[in-house]
């Protein structure tokens, strides 16, 4: 069974950069993808951003420039670096594998087949 365990989340100020880390265990799978999506109270969860194995790169366009996605595939570890934080990016940021990224969309929480428990991200203005 896969597991992703997600760090780095924390309370920050208005203006500061935060990293993220995720680091999947268990069995692994050929060009899998790593997204980043995040859901804040009261609101459906979003698509952050997503990678996949050959390096390709998904965003959601509000968050570009902000927001990088990376992965380590020696240390089998992906990040999500925020900068130039906002109040409103305060969520539960998850970590999400998608076995299949060449026949799913990065974008949608449904393509994902196994999740993290999620970290706490919140900002003050």
């Known amino acids: 069974q896969v597991q992703l365990v997600e760090s780095g989340g924390g309370l920050v100020q208005a203006g500061d950069s935060l990293r993220l880390s995720c680091a999947p265990s268990g069995p692994t799978f050929n060009d899998y993808a790593m997204g980043w999506f995040r859901q804040a109270p009261g609101k459906v969860r979003e698509f952050v951003a997503a990678?996949?194995?050959?390096?390709?790169?998904y965003y959601t366009e509000s968050m570009k420039g902000r927001f990088t996605i990376s992965r380590d595939n020696a240390k089998n570890t992906v990040y999500l670096q925020m900068n130039s934080l906002k109040p409103e990016d305060t969520a539960v940021y998850y970590c999400?594998?998608?076995?299949?990224?060449?026949?799913?969309?990065?974008?949608?929480?449904?393509?994902?087949?196994?999740w993290g428990q999620g970290t706490q991200v919140t900002v003050s203005s």
């Open positions: 999400a594998l998608c076995k299949e990224p060449w026949r799913r969309s990065a974008y949608s929480s449904t393509s994902y087949d196994y």
């Open positions: 990678i996949r194995d050959s390096g390709s790169t």
